[in-house]
């Protein structure tokens, strides 16, 4: 089947080390760059979200970039959230450019917006056609619309 599938190879980033020193379950990990962003960003491939999501935007975005909306959802804890979205944003993963890809955030304040440190955000997997994941030699072919 890995013979078939034709694209380039992304990189599958290195799991963290458990506490124990053993390797941690695997993720799907990606290295990515958005127009806006300082830095690259670490996306979490998500097959269970409908939404890019952003998590501590104020390490690697300008604070201007967020649009103050209203809205509100629920989170895992039960608790209401606000929630900011983004311009849209250029989003470039290895070689392949996807255009107008938009991100929603939490609209609280940073001291409250640390949720994990393994990745920067979940990137949706509807931006994609097909996805290959090959884990034994660590990458993942996916195809944009």
């Known amino acids: 089947m890995a013979a078939d599938v034709k694209g380039p190879h992304i990189a ?6 458990a506490t124990n020193g053993m390797p941690a379950l695997r993720s799907l990990i990606i290295a990515a ?5 300082t830095r690259p ?6 097959s269970g979200t409908n939404v890019s999501f952003l998590f501590n935007t104020y390490r690697y975005l300008p604070l201007g970039l ?3 909306t209203s809205l ?6 039960g608790a209401q959230h606000p929630y900011a979205t983004m311009p849209l944003q250029h989003l470039r993963i290895g070689p392949l450019e996807i255009p107008r890809v938009p991100f929603v955030t939490f609209a609280d304040s940073p001291e409250g917006l640390s949720r ?10 509807g931006l994609f056609r097909r996805i290959f994941i090959c884990h034994a030699k660590h990458f993942a072919v996916l195809e944009p619309w």
């Open 33 to 37: 760059r958005l127009s806006d962003a």
């Open 72 to 77: 509100l959802g629920g989170g895992l804890d």
């Open 12 to 17: 599958l980033m290195a799991p963290a080390r």
């Open 116 to 125: 994990t440190s393994a990745f920067d955000g979940l990137l949706t997997l």
């Open 41 to 46: 960003v670490r996306l979490k491939l998500d």
């Open 66 to 68: 967020l649009r103050r």
